[in-house]
């Protein structure tokens, strides 16, 4: 049965302006297991269905956090949500972030924007797992100070892995990182030949990351993009999410730089 | 096990010996101003500690940043091009320590030895072409809201 | 007991008789009939609905029915409509919501109970093309349920190709003119001085129940291998033929060409060879609610790769060119559907051809970008 799955808001965070992240808890049987990097089909009741990135699960085992901006109607209704409102969840669906290609290695993760949601979940299991590999560090793009999400969080993690975060455009106290996320590839620790690199933001952003990171060593097929096309059904029918021989929703979001730089480099594909 | 070898990493071995044989290392303390638009362009730096801040001078406002540099960053690159007049402004948001060279100096070896100079003019190009390239993408707002709206 | 019958002769009165055994058995049959000067699908309420002494001349752009000179019913090629029609309808409902006072929602998949198909007269080609959608929408890891229900035990009589059409190439993609399984029965047509009869095959067990209760006689040889020698006849009277290399390969490896731009400048993007395509499945969805707000309704409905809202991202639509648009759709059809469900997307039935209005021709244009990635200039190739 694919049609969407009762699961109420129990929790409701506003990250920034225009961004919350939401907590649910199924009001039946839970969904099958997500894993981070998958993806699911959340519907508004009624106007209609998105796909959310897992940006994160609950203690329970059973739940699921959402991290959504409002952009159009669908997101704008669930970013309006509050707890006690139910939405209807399809999913899992796509592939999940390969952090078996990390083991005994470097993690790095870099995220743009409200890209930083979908890593989250791989972070979170990284450094709960911190035996698995030898380092995890995070960087971490936003427009403004005030556009970062899990702030609170991003200081938590901070004392626990290099965390780096830069802005587009400071505000006034803002004392960190101004510039590009690429500058921060050089202040992170980690060993290019050994790394597996999470990639997750804008596809400019990813593909100027991807190819710095090619340059400075990490092997094409260890750089992770997490990848955005419409998906209206997110089980491989729709044919909306084609980029060329991917289907998005099946073999992807998630896919290696060694696969997607071709793919990428064909104008409107 | 960090990567980090910044701006140097443009040149050789010898020519990197070379080049820091120019050098003297200072230290500045935070909230420090190394330089301000519109000076000559004398000397400049290759920041080894701390977070040296590019702002421009605004009447009314306190210097917006326009990005800033860390370690293994070149700190300036007026100094190789006429009119040898700093663009910007610098200061220090942390304490910072930096090797320093004489832009006369380091110019005038280019001048002697072509090979050093062409090594070093690529190096500052190949800085000045990422920042120009990460202008350029912040240009572009990309994390803005979707242009074209969504659903 | 006795092994049934798999095999036998039947003048053209069986064929009512196949149509009542079939509706004996709850079937509504539907088959090709002459309907607004063309050759359409529709439920056969009589065998005599059939396109008896009826032929078609297509060409790129143009299709006409023709008056034959035999009383032949299966002379004739592809028409304007395929059995997606009714396997993977333009719209579907897939689920019903209710929000009730307290706030709670209730989501009910739509399981709706289609009719138990019989299709009466489906080519070699257009079987291929079943064959190409089981596997898009009932062969991955999810199924599409609406799809499952129409198809499971839809029974398939196939009628070999004995009369191709000038767009017809289904040998390029080997999957006709004879028929090679998938069918419940198969049909061979012969008209000669023997009279107007079919060789009948069974190929399955219900094919072969149905065919015990038909007014056949014992297959005779002169039947069989007439039947035979016109399928074989027609495999050499093929209208277009496809460059003769991989052509998932040639796609891949000519995204750039300039041919595209050529084919772009006559594309209008209108679709149509989506719509006529036996296998184009992709779809939209729409979410209607009533006047309350309580109760809503998710829609699937066909969507066209060549509409500006297909692929588009947060921001904007992807393929903002025809030019991209026309790729996509040819790309997809015949190179990267081998990626994605491990067969090509084409079964050479030559609809898009007929139903474009510029006269686009997917084997022209496949042949230019074989020329242009040979390195050769396509009209002296032609001309050679």
């Not at chain 2, 500045?28 to 702002?55: K, T």
């Not at chain 3, 059409?165 to 023997?194: K, N, Y």
Request: glycine fraction near 10%; hydrophobic fraction near 40%; charged fraction near 25%.
């Amino acid at each position: 049965m694919n049609v969407p799955q009762p699961y109420q808001v129990v929790g409701r965070d506003r990250e920034t302006a225009d961004t919350v992240t939401l907590t649910l808890e199924p009001v039946g049987d839970p969904l099958p297991a997500f894993r981070p990097g998958q993806f699911a089909m959340v519907y508004a009741f009624p106007r209609g269905e998105v796909p959310l990135s897992l940006s994160g699960t609950t203690p329970s085992g059973t739940g699921l956090t959402h991290t959504v901006r409002a952009v159009g109607p669908v997101t704008s209704a669930l970013a309006g949500l509050r707890p006690g409102h139910h939405v209807g969840v399809r999913g899992p669906f796509g592939t999940p972030w390969d952090l078996a290609a990390a083991r005994g290695g470097d993690l790095l993760l870099v995220a743009g924007g409200v890209g930083l949601a979908p890593l989250r979940p791989l972070l979170l299991r990284a450094l709960d797992e911190p035996r698995d590999h030898r380092g995890v560090a995070l960087v971490v793009g936003a427009r403004t100070p005030a556009d970062l999400l899990y702030r609170d969080q991003c200081d938590t993690w901070a004392q626990r892995a290099p965390v780096a975060v830069t802005v587009d455009r400071p505000e006034p106290g803002w004392t960190g990182n101004v510039g590009v996320v690429t500058t921060l590839l050089d202040r992170v620790p980690y060993q290019p030949r050994n790394t597996t690199a999470y990639l997750c933001g804008p596809e400019v952003m990813m593909r100027a990351t991807a190819r710095d990171l090619v340059h400075r060593g990490v092997p094409a097929s260890r750089v992770f993009l997490s990848l955005e096309r419409t998906m209206r059904c997110g089980t491989g029918h729709c044919g909306q999410c084609q980029l060329g021989p991917l289907l998005l929703c099946r073999d992807g979001p998630v896919v290696a730089w060694d696969r997607a730089e071709a793919l990428l480099a064909v104008r409107e594909l | 096990m960090t990567t980090s070898a910044g701006f140097l990493t443009g040149l050789t071995e010898p020519q990197r010996g070379q080049l820091l044989a120019l050098a003297e290392t200072v230290r500045f303390p935070s909230g420090a101003r190394i330089f301000d638009e519109g000076e000559l362009a004398e000397r400049f730096w290759i920041a080894e500690e701390g977070s040296v801040a590019l702002d421009v001078h605004v009447p009314g406002q306190s210097p917006p940043i326009v990005e800033t540099l860390g370690p293994g960053d070149l700190v300036g690159w007026s100094w190789l091009f006429p009119p040898y007049r700093w663009h910007l402004g610098a200061r220090t948001l942390s304490p910072v320590t930096a090797r320093q060279f004489d832009a006369a100096a380091v110019r005038d070896r280019c001048a002697r030895d072509p090979d050093f100079g062409h090594a070093l003019t690529c190096a500052v190009g190949s800085v000045i072409g990422r920042r120009l390239r990460g202008a350029r993408a912040r240009l572009l707002d990309l994390y803005g809201p979707p242009r074209g709206g969504g659903r | 007991m006795t092994e049934p019958t798999r095999q036998a002769v039947m003048g053209p009165d069986g064929l009512e008789a196949l149509r009542q055994a079939l509706v004996r058995r709850g079937r509504t049959v539907v088959g090709p009939t002459v309907r607004d000067d063309a050759i359409v699908l529709a439920e056969l309420t009589s065998a005599s609905e059939l396109p008896f002494g009826w032929g078609v001349e297509v060409e790129a752009g143009r299709y006409r029915l023709r008056r034959r000179s035999d009383r032949m019913a299966f002379a004739h090629s592809a028409g304007p409509q395929s059995w997606k029609k009714y396997l993977h309808p333009e719209r579907v409902r897939q689920w019903t919501a209710d929000r009730g006072p307290d706030g709670t929602l209730t989501v009910r998949e739509e399981v709706d109970r289609p009719p138990a198909y019989a299709f009466l007269g489906v080519r070699p080609c257009d079987l291929s093309a079943i064959a190409v959608q089981d596997r898009v929408l009932v062969g991955g890891p999810h199924r599409d349920e609406a799809y499952r229900r129409r198809r499971t035990g839809a029974f398939l009589v196939v009628v070999e190709c004995v009369e191709p059409g000038a767009t017809c190439f289904c040998v390029s993609m080997g999957t006709g003119p004879a028929v090679h399984g998938g069918h419940d029965l198969a049909l061979t047509e012969v008209d000669d001085e023997r009279g107007h009869r079919f060789w009948v095959r069974a190929g399955s067990e219900a094919g072969a129940e149905v065919l015990a209760e038909l007014p056949v006689r014992p297959a005779d040889p002169t039947t069989v291998a007439r039947a035979e020698e016109a399928v074989t006849r027609a495999a050499g009277r093929m209208g277009r033929t496809m460059p003769p290399v991989d052509l998932r390969d040639l796609m891949r490896d000519t995204l750039e060409a300039e041919r595209w731009n050529d084919v772009a400048a006559r594309c209008l993007t209108c679709g149509n060879c989506t719509m006529v395509c036996p296998t184009c499945y992709c779809t939209t969805t729409e979410d209607v609610t009533d006047l309350t707000g309580e109760h809503a309704e998710r829609w699937r409905r066909w969507d066209v790769c060549y509409d500006l809202d297909f692929t588009h991202m947060h921001g904007g639509t992807v393929r903002r060119s025809g030019l991209s648009r026309y790729r996509q759709w040819l790309t997809h059809k015949i190179g990267t559907w081998h990626d994605q469900f491990g067969s090509s997307g084409c079964v050479g039935c030559g609809r898009c051809i007929v139903w474009c209005p510029v006269a686009i021709d997917i084997t022209e244009e496949a042949h230019a970008l074989h020329a242009e990635a040979s390195g050769r200039d396509a009209e002296g190739a032609g001309a050679s």
